[in-house]
């Protein structure tokens, strides 16, 4: 699972590019594939946002096979990505295959260094989205951090047909304080 950063070239790591680079197959959503120039004779395998378990099970087919296969995400493949599902279908049934994380610079880092160092004491990093866990796990999630006076990282906090989270999120996590939105957090590039 290969980590490209929050987006363009400069924010690839070294080990990621080389990474990318010896891979026989790439595999991820279609989004961050569109990212990575492949050279000759890789083969790319995208698909849909939705299909995370089907996409790992590819891989790690594509990878007993005997081929190097990189798992593209954006940011961090551990940081609401890809790896988790991964590790998640390789433990269940695919033992042989050896599963690497090479970890990228996640979202939040690049947003935080955009406006100064708010992550340099305890924080907490949640998801908005509500697809997965239902939205009261969230909330509680929320108080308790706002409760413990965390510096809060939010992830997913808006898409096209979830637009209400955001400022159900401000009257859960408590007072309003100071906060920061990063939008295209590293310059110019995609958000996702
Ligand atoms: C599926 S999560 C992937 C997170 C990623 N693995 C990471 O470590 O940054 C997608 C969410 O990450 C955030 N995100 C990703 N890239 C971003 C960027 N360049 N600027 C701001 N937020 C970004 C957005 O909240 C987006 O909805």
Redo the contacts with the bound molecule.
């Keep these: 699972m290969v980590?490209l950063g929050?987006?363009g070239p400069r924010w690839l790591t070294p080990e990621a590019r080389a990474e990318l680079a010896e891979a026989d197959h790439l595999v991820g959503y279609e989004t961050y594939l569109a990212r990575v120039t492949p050279r000759p004779g890789q083969q790319l395998h995208s698909s849909d946002n939705r299909v995370e378990a089907q996409r790992a099970r590819l891989a790690l087919d594509l990878a007993a096979g005997g081929a190097r296969v990189a798992v593209v995400?954006?940011?961090?493949?551990g940081?609401?990505?890809m790896a988790a599902a991964v590790l998640e279908v390789a433990e269940a049934d695919r033992d042989g295959v050896e599963v690497r994380v090479v970890p990228?610079l996640?979202?939040?880092q690049?947003?935080a260094a955009r406006v100064g160092a708010p992550l340099g004491h305890d924080f907490c990093v949640l998801?908005l989205s509500d697809q997965l866990k239902p939205w009261e796990v969230i909330e509680r999630r929320l108080e308790a951090a706002g409760a413990a006076d965390l510096v809060l990282a939010l992830?997913?906090?808006a898409?096209r047909t979830r637009k209400e989270q955001l400022e159900r999120a401000r009257g859960a996590a408590g007072p309003p304080r100071p906060r920061h939105a990063?939008?295209?957090?590293?310059g110019g590039?995609?958000?996702?």
């Design positions: 980590g929050p987006a995400s954006s940011g961090d493949p940081i609401f990505a990228g996640s979202a939040m690049a947003a998801s992830y997913n906090p898409s990063g939008r295209r957090g590293s590039g995609r958000r996702g």
